[in-house]
């Protein structure tokens, strides 16, 4: 066999792969006593050369060779850890991984895949370096964010990966696989917030929870905020931030209508900037005039998984109502259609007008239907905020009426152009 520059780019880069996760390791073992450590960056290094060269000897067919390096690399990192001097009772099984992953990822190199394995390799070294981080994110968690962890990854990665995509169903309305990446985007949304209320609003205060929370649900954040408000004795933060909320509602719609309805982004970003400014001005406003108060347990979290269910099936018949408007009543039964599910969800209402061909509405009636849904969403946030704030939720009230009284006006205006 014939050795180029491609052999020994693979075989520098095994090494490489070593070199890094050894220094790592090396840098964290420190502190070991003499003859108490296994490994650290001379063997990690040695473990990626030998892998990588069993990975060129597999790549020019002699397989078995290669398979006897490997399980030497395999057996002295076995016999290396089961007999260290100074084992404690419950030994970290760290190490001994990166050097299996090491083992690997230099296989990997001296089969012709050496952009992969180098990758792989920082990935490892991340990992092992962040150990104070990733174990201090873990002493964070309760249970309960735990199971909802659990929950997303069903929902991600046990289910998509599976379901077909094609049109079924009545009327051919139903892209299995479309209506639950749906779910995945809406549901991923709605935890990511979550995380970051849970990590920033319990440190920032109520204003930060307003912010944050409304990324995943302006309505949930509201309830929460205006109970608050109205046990307490005099208003503090929470009607900046339900105004904040309201400002994020306003910035998260678009963002699903690019993703899932492109077409229509330029013109809703038109009829909701106006009063996304008013919404910003109003909480700015009502900031300044509050005191500082820490922030309230976020809404519960929003992942389960017969809420999701509930939820693809709410877009299911959603979809199905949509093509028989398309059929019966044409675009103007669409815009009807979009804003009654609205009033109800005006998630459902988006991720409705993205299961519609381009024809079958016009950009400017889509927008202005799904801004109607958001005035639909704000008169219920503004009831909610009254009833539990009592007059200390009064100020709260009227930015969002004020923002809801510019979005019709512009609605209004677009109408003019129809």
Not at 71 to 87: D, E, K, M, S, T
Not at 331 to 336: E, L, N, P, R, T
Not at 378 to 405: C, D, E, F, H
Not at 407 to 412: D, E, F, N, P, R
């Given at each position: ?38 490994a ?9 050369l ?10 020019f067919?002699?397989?078995?060779a290669?398979?006897?390096?490997m ?17 404690s ?6 190490t001994?991984?990166a ?47 735990v ?48 995380v ?16 944050i ?46 993703i ?28 300044r ?88 969403n ?28 510019v ?6 205006l ?5």
């Open positions: 066999m014939t050795l180029g520059w491609g052999e020994a780019l693979a075989g520098g880069t095994a090494v490489a792969c070593g070199l890094l996760i050894g220094i790592e390791r090396g840098f964290d073992l420190r502190d070991l006593k003499p003859g108490t450590r296994v650290g960056v001379r063997t990690f290094s040695l473990v990626g030998v892998s990588g060269l069993a990975g060129l000897i597999a790549h067919g002699q397989a078995l290669a398979g006897a390096l399980a030497g690399v395999a057996a002295v990192l076995a016999i290396g850890y089961a007999h260290r001097p100074g084992l009772e419950r030994p970290d099984a760290t001994p991984m050097g299996v992953a090491t083992a690997a990822l230099g296989f990997m190199a001296g089969l012709g895949e050496p952009g992969f394995a180098i990758a792989g390799a920082t990935i490892v070294t991340l990992l092992l370096a962040l150990k104070s981080e990733l174990h201090g994110f873990l002493e964070k968690l309760d249970e309960q964010d199971k909802a962890l659990a929950r997303y990854a069903v929902i991600a990665g046990a289910v998509l990966p599976f379901l077909p995509s094609g049109h079924y169903g009545p009327l051919g309305a139903w892209n299995p696989q479309r209506l639950w990446l749906v779910v995945v985007l809406v549901t991923g949304f709605s935890f990511l917030g979550y970051a209320n849970r990590i920033f609003g319990e440190r920032h205060g109520t204003v930060a929870t307003g912010l929370g409304g990324a995943y649900s302006s309505t949930a954040v509201t309830i929460a905020l205006s109970q608050r408000l109205g046990s307490e004795e005099r208003a503090g933060a929470e009607p900046a931030a339900i105004a904040f909320a309201t400002a994020v509602m306003y910035m998260r719609m678009p963002v699903l209508i690019a899932l309805a492109t077409r229509v982004l330029p013109a809703i970003s038109v009829l909701l900037l106006p009063a996304l400014i008013v919404a910003w001005g109003a909480g700015f406003w009502l900031y005039q509050a005191p500082k108060h820490q922030g309230p347990a976020p809404p519960g979290n929003p992942i389960a998984l017969l809420p999701a269910l509930g939820f693809v099936a709410f877009v299911a018949g959603a979809a199905i109502a949509a093509k028989w408007a398309e059929g019966r009543f044409g675009q103007s039964g669409i815009a009807v259609l979009l804003l009654i599910i609205g009033s109800m969800d005006v998630d459902v209402a988006i991720v409705t007008l993205g299961t519609l061909a381009p024809e079958a509405i016009s950009p400017l009636l889509a927008a202005m239907a799904i801004s109607g849904t958001a005035i639909a704000m008169a219920v946030k503004v009831g909610i905020t009254l009833v539990y704030a009592g007059r200390k939720g009064i100020s709260a009230g009227l930015a969002m009426t004020a923002s809801v009284v979005l019709a006006v512009m609605i209004g677009a109408w003019t152009r129809l």
